[in-house]
């Protein structure tokens, strides 16, 4: 994350960098590749307000560095299966934000 610090920090805030180092410890450093769990855990984890993880994981979404994969919104299962890219994703390649709507099916 030193490489990619400068941005993460980007304007004196660190939340992005924390949200990052929480992924990373529930993914690569376990072995795995994706991380469930909801925005109130992440934000608990990660030493910040709800809105403001849900601001950093939108702004981590945009740069690059994180992807939403899956949103689930159900009666047995509510949260998010969140990606970590070790690498920033070129431009080309990112997925757009994913927004999720009570009501929607995801495809």
Known sequence: MERWGFILRS???AGKLRI???LY???YAIGEETFFTSYEKLAKLSGLEKKQCAI???QLETLGFIERLNI???ATKQGTEFKLHLSQLPPGVRRKPRHHYYDEELA
């Open 20 to 22: 990052c180092e929480v």
């Open 11 to 13: 304007g004196g805030r």
């Open 56 to 58: 950093n994981v939108k």
């Open 72 to 74: 689930f919104n159900t």
């Open 25 to 27: 410890k529930n993914t």
